[in-house]
């Protein structure tokens, strides 16, 4: 085992008291954050020593200790102890369950500070659940910790997920937009949309609003859908087009995530190949790959696809598609393709479709009530339901935070009965 492996191995089990454990097995693993950062980890399985054998392969035994590590800070990502069941002697623990000293604790794990660059979103018996936030604005994507522990103060779970900024990317300014400047925006947003109810089994048509970031001047937004997929992206909005389909069937090929990772590369931090950006031959290839496999497996959907993004992914490039045309009233769940490109010969090898999933609720579900409100009525009676909160937004094209609002609405307007219901009860 190299050293330096040993080293952290040794550490780990000295901070978390596992005298009473031995380690199972150890690998390493690498991803590429939205900063387009190569981060190496370390993930140990420590099984109990009273454990010789497992019951089940597939699954770690009670009380299993997963721990991750960042290879080059040396800062623990993951700490989990299985069902919640702990072994460990002097390992971390709270006196007096004190949420200022976890909170302290955390600071000195991570190197945050609170009221800086975290708050705690929510308190449960147990449970700590934190959200970054720049100096209490809140960020998008969001990094987040969560941690746990027992009756006895005894860490169980510890976990640091998504970026957290630094001050430097942050583009700060006073927050100065209001509701009234953009509200020409939040009827835009407003739209009749389906969505399906388990419980009646039938499509339930509602106006609701689009959330989207509106930037701080109200000049410019930022779709919600370019943030919820936290990674680097090449943005093209561009129509496919074709004149004569490809009468060959396309032959789908097996997906492997498997990378390995050698000692050299983490401790070097050998930058990822999925953080190199795409090129403009890249790019202009790949198009080539989603034209021919759309002719090959949609060959009368020409003009009906947008390419939104291309993005790298462990080897593989993937181009996220959306349908050009949006039926009226929206369903909830847009139909989207994902077309996956081997990074290597640029040549698309699979595919992902969503359509069995949206034909589970068009077909299965009855169909909605008829449409007696129209969206202008709808408006005046949510109006005062409009939420606008200040954010950090990354900006995948400056590639840095800029301040918006996030426009949003937890309730939505019934278009057959003209109630107006909260969405998280649909």
């Keep these: 085992m190299d050293k330096r492996i040993e080293e952290l191995i040794d550490r780990t089990k000295t901070k978390f008291g ?27 399985e420590w099984f109990p020593k009273h454990i010789t054998e497992r019951e089940d392969d597939d699954l770690n035994p009670d009380g299993t200790a997963v721990i991750e590590i960042d290879i080059n800070s040396h800062k623990y990502k993951r700490v989990i102890l299985v069902m919640g069941e702990t072994y460990a002697n002097n390992g971390v623990s709270f006196a007096n369950l004190d949420t200022k000293a976890i909170i302290k604790w955390i600071e000195q794990e991570t190197g945050f500070i609170y009221g800086k660059q975290f708050q705690l979103d929510k308190e449960e018996e147990g449970k700590l659940y934190f959200k970054e936030g720049i100096d209490g604005v809140a960020v998008s994507p969001s990094g987040y910790i969560d941690l746990k522990f027992n009756q006895e103060g005894k860490l169980t779970f510890f976990a640091v997920d ?22 020409h925006l939040a ?3 407003l739209n009749l949309v389906e969505f399906p109810s388990g419980e ?22 930022i779709p919600f859908e370019f943030i919820v997929d936290v990674r680097s992206y090449l943005k093209i909005d561009k129509t496919i087009i074709w004149n004569d389909p490809i009468d060959k069937p396309f032959d789908r090929k097996e997906i492997s995530l498997n990378q390995h990772v050698s000692v050299e ?15 403009k031959d890249e790019e202009e290839k790949c198009l080539m790959a989603v034209e021919k496999l759309l002719r090959q497996e949609f060959p009368d959907d020409t003009g009906k696809w947008i390419i939104k993004t291309l993005n790298r992914d462990k080897g593989y490039i993937h181009a996220v598609l959306r349908a050009s045309h949006q039926d009226n009233p929206i369903f909830v769940f847009q139909r989207k393709l994902v077309i996956i490109i081997d990074a290597k010969s640029l040549q698309a ?20 009530d008829k449409v007696t409100i129209s969206k ?41 009965s003209g109630e107006v219901i909260s969405l998280s009860d649909l």
């Design 18 to 44: 596992l005298d009473n454990y031995y380690l199972q097995r150890h690998s390493i693993s690498r991803d590429v954050d939205i900063f387009n950062v190569t981060n190496y980890t370390l993930c140990m």
């Design 162 to 183: 998504g970026q957290f900024t630094s001050k430097e990317m942050v583009k700060e300014e006073t927050y100065t937009l209001t509701f009234e400047k953009i509200k």
């Design 376 to 416: 202008e009525e709808a408006f005046k009676k949510m109006e005062e339901l409009f939420e606008l909160k200040p954010y950090y937004v990354y900006d995948f094209e400056q590639k840095h935070y800029v301040l918006c609002g996030k426009l949003d609405c937890q309730y939505g307007v019934h278009a057959g």
């Design 200 to 221: 009646q089994e039938k499509r339930i048509p509602v106006y609701a609003v689009d959330e989207i970031y509106i930037t701080n001047d109200g000049m410019s937004t």
């Design 265 to 279: 590369q983490a401790f070097s931090c050998e930058p990822s190949p999925a953080s190199f950006p795409i090129t």
């Design 349 to 368: 090898v699979n595919y992902i479709d969503n359509k069995p999933l949206l034909e589970m609720y068009t077909d299965q579900f009855q169909a909605p």
């Design 187 to 189: 009827m835009e947003q």
